[in-house]
Structure formats: C-alpha cells, structure tokens
C-alpha cells in the first residue's frame, strides 16, 4: 500500500510535466492539420483534418511563403558554413592552446570565455555597427560570421577540456618517431577527438540555424534572411494566416529537434554539465 | 594555429566592442536616455525578469531534478520529453503560446470561456499579464537544461550517503538538508549565476511574444537595445547596454574565475 501511494505521487508531478512541455507543440501540429477556420475556432482537434497546409507551403502559394525554398536553402547553407567553419576554427585553437601549450594561450581562452560569458543580445549591437562598417549587412557571410563568433567561445573551451585528457604519452611517442606538430594534429588528434568534434560541430549548427536576433539584424533582403526572420515576417499583419506559419514553423523545427535527438548522449552529458560543475 | 580565432575575436569581438564604447561617449545620451520614460519601465522589468524568472525556474529544477532521479523506465522516457522545449528552436514555440494567448481566438480563453462561461483575461494586452507571460515562456524554454544540470549533480552524490542516513532514521527532509542540499548547493549557485547572465540576454522570450508592447510597457534591456537600434539611434542603443556593464560585469568575471579555477585544479 506504501509503494502505491509512492508511485502514485510520482504520477501526481509527472501529468503536470506532460502537459506543460506538450501543450505548445501540440498546438503547433494541430494548427498546421487545421483548416483557418477550424484553427481560430479554439477548437482541441479539427473537424476535418488536412494537410493541405502543407501543399500550400511546399509550393508556395502565399504572399508570406514566395520565398520558402530559398529561405529554407539559406537557413542550412548558413548553418552548415557555421558549423564547418566553428570546427576548424575552434580546433585548431584548442589543440595550440591545450597540447602545443603556446605562448599567450591562456590570455587567448581568456578573450574566449569573456565573449561567451557576455549576453549576446547585448554583442548584437556593437556586431551590427561593425557588419555595417565592413559592408557585409544583407550578405549571408555577415551572419555565418556573427554565428562563428558566438559558437567558437564554448567549442574551444569544451575541446580544450576533452584534448587535456588525452594521455600525454601519444604526443612523446610521435615526437620521438620524428612526427612534426601538423603530423601530431593529423594523425594523433583529430582521430581522438572525433566525438567531441561531432558534438561541436553540432551544437554550432544548431545554435546558427535556430538563432533569430542576429539573422533579422543582419539580414533584412527577401532572398538572403533564412527562414527564422521569414517566419516573424508572418507578424506583420493581424490577420496573417497562423496555420499555414504554424505549418511552415514545424518543417522548420523537425531537422534541427532530430538533429538534437539524434546526438542527445553528446549534447547533454557531455557538452554542458562541464561547464558549470563547481 | 591560434591566429584563426585571435583575427575572429579581433575583428567581431574587440573592435565592436570598441567602436560601440567609442559611440556611446556622449553624456547626452544618457540625458536622453534616463529622460526616455520607457527605459525606467524597462530598468524595473529587467530586475523582475531577472529576480522572479530565475528563481522560479531554478526551484522548479530544483524540485524537478529531485523527481527525474527515480530510477523508473518511465521516468526516463518522460525525461526524453521533457527535453523537447530546449531541443525545438524558440520562434516556433513562442509563437504557438502567443497565439494560444489570443484573447478572442486563443486555445486558452476558448477553454476558460468553456469551462466559466466568461471572457478570460486579454493576456499580452495588459503589461503586468505580458510580462509574467514572457516569464513564463523563458521558463517553459530554460527548465529542462537547468534540471538535467542538477540532475547531474544529484547522480554525482555518492548513494551511501543517503544509505547511511536512512540508518540513522532520517526523514526525506533530513536528507535533503544533510546530504543532498550541500552537495549541490556550489552547483546550484553557479548555475543561478550563469542563468542571471543568460535571461538579460533573453531576448527572444519578450521580443516574439509581446515585441515590447503594448505601448512599450513590456521591454527588458535586451529587446530596448535592439528598439533603438530599429529606430536608427544606434548611440542610444550603446548607452543602454554601457549603463548595464557595471551589473554584468561582476557576475562574468565571477564565472571566468570559476571556471579558470576548475580548470587549474584537474
């Protein structure tokens, strides 16, 4: 009798979580299989579900939708640039600074932390200013770049961590068979380091394709915004059409939610509970 | 092998910054600023936002990560939902809420109006409503990474801890105060810090529900900087977040010693 009043509290606190994280999703998908009429109804499910909002995104068939494709295309050439370039960058720096022990590495993950520490609303200001000075507002670099500056911070500071508990031996051993640093780097590092490369190389991704401020900051023309600054240009208007964005904002939410599922062991554990044990 | 990052910290960190510091001289921008009746209102949301959001989220995770430690396949299944908010991007989301807040067509006041026959309240119309809303939809965005923190810290705690004081007859209170309390209570701290950094920063949460309205009476200082910076008052834009630094700055060079001191000790 005991062990059922235990179980039966835990179920007590687990239907309030169920509803709270469920309740916004649910009413994505059941405005995207709504009609507009049956949507604005408040109704909890619709009389006749469709998915014929989908057909009209797909072949962009609203004034909101004329870019889709092209938003859609630029959202993941943005992400995927910053992910590649967030790698290289962060790894290259991470192994200088953690297994080359050069000069001024220190100072240099000192820059890094400072900037992640920093509220990036508070970055996108002066960022904007500056894009402007470098003529590179309106141009998808200018995001790719601001989203590099962002992400890199954490992605030195997390493969630093993972690169300093490398056993130290592996760099003597290929330094006495005559390796030079490049070789050690090719060879020795980057095949170790592949999970933790995955992660970053993920978390940059995401964090570029999901981000909003920066991208409507810097990116204002029809055929260069990704599709995040798209979607809040369905605000424009009262009477915009919120199942066809409901059903455009859950094509735009699937990759990035699989994505994250799929790396979850990585993304979790590993990324993020480093970062604030005391 | 480092001059990749040090040109890109250069050239988007250091020289923005810079330029931006350089912008925001003019003590007549602040004279215009503090003037500006909407940055008063804004000044008092931040402290709300930042005091009744973080604590609210954080005994929330706190309470929540002392539920996801049951060892129960179900429980692990719903910790994999429960993760959702963080997983989906925030425009989607806050989007769904703010049209389940609409106070004529909204999922909510259709089933209030169901349930009591009356017209529920105009949510996002009202400043005190939208704001707490905004609140509530940082939270609904932030718990899940919270509580898997302290949950981590939870599981880190040795189990014959809790053996022991189970022997000794202690009630779940006791053990909450004895053994599990200390041990996150330096996880627990640090955490509420970084999270106090991050909420200024938030500006999603109050940008795309209520965009600052009605009649400005919702901003924080994050969506107030990017306001000036929508009306072409780019010096403004830079006062509001210079009058800012002296708040923020303790709290990041608190992290960096935290985290520089972590690093040192491995």
Redesign the interface.
């Known amino acids: 009798m005991n062990k059922f009043v235990r179980e039966a509290k ?1 179920w007590l ?2 239907i309030p ?2 509803l ?6 649910y ?2 998908f059941l ?1 995207s299989i709504s009609t507009k009429d049956s ?6 499910w619709p009389d006749k579900p469709t998915l014929r909002n989908f057909g009209t995104v797909f072949r962009q068939e609203h004034f909101y939708l004329h870019h889709f494709w092209e938003q859609i295309w630029n959202s993941l050439w943005i992400a995927v640039a910053t992910g590649l370039l967030t790698l ?3 790894t ?2 991470a ?3 953690s297994r ?1 022990k ?1 000069k ?2 220190r100072a ?1 993950m ?6 992640y ?14 894009m402007g ?1 470098y003529g590179l507002l309106n141009n998808r670099w200018s995001l790719v ?2 989203m ?2 962002l992400a ?1 911070p954490y992605a ?2 997390v493969l630093k961590q993972a690169s ?1 508990k490398l056993p130290w031996e592996l760099d003597e051993a290929a330094r006495i068979d005559g390796a030079t640093p490049l070789q050690l ?1 090719r060879l020795v590092y980057l095949p170790l380091m592949m999970p933790s490369l995955v992660a970053i190389g993920t978390y940059a991704l995401l964090l570029a ?2 981000e ?2 920066y991208a409507f ?1 810097l990116l204002s023309h029809e055929n260069t915004i990704p599709l ?1 600054v798209g ?2 240009h ?2 424009a208007s009262d009477d915009s059409p ?1 199942e066809l ?2 059903a455009t ?2 094509i ?2 699937l990759p ?2 699989a994505i ?2 799929a790396f ?1 062991r990585y993304m ?2 590993g990324l ?2 480093g ?4 | ?2 001059t ?3 040109l ?2 250069l ?3 250091l ?3 810079t ?2 510091l350089w ?1 925001a001289r003019h003590p007549q921008s602040y004279v215009t600023l503090f003037d500006d009746p909407v940055f008063f209102r804004t000044v008092v949301n931040t402290i709300i936002f930042l005091l009744v959001a973080v604590n609210v989220k954080f005994a929330l995770a706190l309470f ?1 990560s002392g ?1 996801f430690v ?1 060892d ?1 396949a ?2 692990r299944w ?1 910790s ?6 963080w ?7 806050i ?3 703010r ?2 807040l609409n106070p004529e ?3 909510i ?3 209030w109006f169901r349930l009591t026959a009356l017209d529920g309240p105009n949510w996002l119309n009202d400043p005190r409503l939208g704001l707490t809303m905004a609140m509530v939809v940082h939270i ?1 965005k932030a718990l ?2 919270w509580t ?2 302290l949950i ?2 939870r599981l880190a705690i040795p189990r014959e801890l809790y053996e022991a004081s189970s022997v000794d007859g202690a009630t779940p209170w006791q053990k909450f105060k004895y053994v599990t309390w200390p041990s996150i209570r ?2 627990y ?3 509420t810090i ?1 999270s106090m ?2 909420t ?5 949460s109050v ?2 529900l209520t ?1 600052g309205g009605p009649a400005d009476l919702t901003h924080v200082l ?2 107030l ?2 306001r000036y ?1 929508r009306l072409d008052q ?1 010096d403004q ?2 006062a509001t ?1 210079v009058v ?1 630094l002296p708040f ?1 700055l303790p ?2 060079y608190f ?2 010693k ?3 001191a ?1 690093d040192e000790g ?1």
């Open positions: 835990l606190i687990a979580i169920l709270w994280t469920l309740l916004p999703i009413h994505i405005f949507a604005f109804s408040g109704a909890l290289a960058i962060a290259c720096a192994f200088a600074i080359l050069v001024g590495g240099v000192n820059a890094a932390l400072f900037t520490f920093i509220p990036a609303a508070f970055l996108a200001v002066p960022m904007y200013k500056a000075t770049l601001a590099v500056t890199s030195i500071w300093d780097f394709w999901n909003y401020l900051l995040a979607l809040g369905f605000l919120w964005l409901m904002a859950l735009y939410a990035p939610a994250y599922y979850r979790v554990g993020t509970v970062a604030v044990k005391g | 092998m480092l990749p990052y040090i890109v910290f050239v988007f960190v020289y923005p910054v330029y931006g912008l929540l539920f049951h129960r179900w429980i719903l994999v939902i429960f993760i959702i908010p997983a989906v991007p925030a425009i989607p989301t989007f769904s809420i049209f389940m067509w909204g999922l006041n259709s089933v609904w899940p990474f898997l923190i981590a810290g330096t996880l701290l640090t955490s970084l950094i991050w200024l920063g938030d500006f999603n940008y795309l965009g994050s969506t900087g990017i910076i780019v834009a830079m977040i800012a923020v709290f990041v992290m960096m935290r985290l520089s972590d491995r």
